[in-house]
């Protein structure tokens, strides 16, 4: 079923919106007139997405700097620990196993159909 959920007009080229469905959170991402709809939390610490900056097709988180393809939700790179730059490179943390894992656990995001009508209201499909 497709929700009319904002208005083009809503949400600049290269920005975002959060929009909620029912119990779905949803980001909104405006790159060049075309929106894709993703899940609204990154898939490492749950960050708020529509919060972090969004570069072509590639959302990044502002927490700890997770990136996600708006197109399919794939992760593209592992969260960093901004404080952690000044001690050691994410190159060398990678090598210590404990840390492994912790860097690598990023997962996907949801991701939804969304289109824009003739009259510049954006719907996103959602499941009955």
């Known amino acids: ?14 920005g975002t919106k959060y929009v909620r469905i029912d119990d779905e959170e949803v980001c909104l991402c ?12 990154c898939g490492h610490r749950n960050a708020a997405l529509e919060r972090g900056t969004l570069e072509g097709w590639i959302i990044t988180c502002p927490a700890h700097f997770a990136q996600f393809d708006i197109r399919s939700g794939k992760n593209l790179s592992p969260a960093i620990d901004r404080h952690s730059g000044a001690k050691e490179s994410p190159a060398a ?19 939804f159909p969304a289109r824009v009508t ?11």
Do not use: F, S
């Not at 405006?30 to 939390?41: H, Q, S």
């Not at 894992?101 to 990023?106: P, S």
């Not at 954006?122 to 499941?127: D, L, N, R, T, Y």
């Open 118 to 128: 003739d009259e510049g209201a954006i719907e996103v499909e959602v499941k009955e």
């Open 1 to 14: 079923m497709w929700r009319e959920v904002a208005r083009l007009d809503d949400i600049v080229p290269g």
């Open 93 to 111: 943390r990678v090598k210590r196993p404990e840390e492994r894992r912790q860097l690598a656990d990023v997962h996907d995001l949801a991701t």
């Open 30 to 41: 405006n790159y060049e007139g075309t929106v894709y709809a993703i899940g609204r939390r």
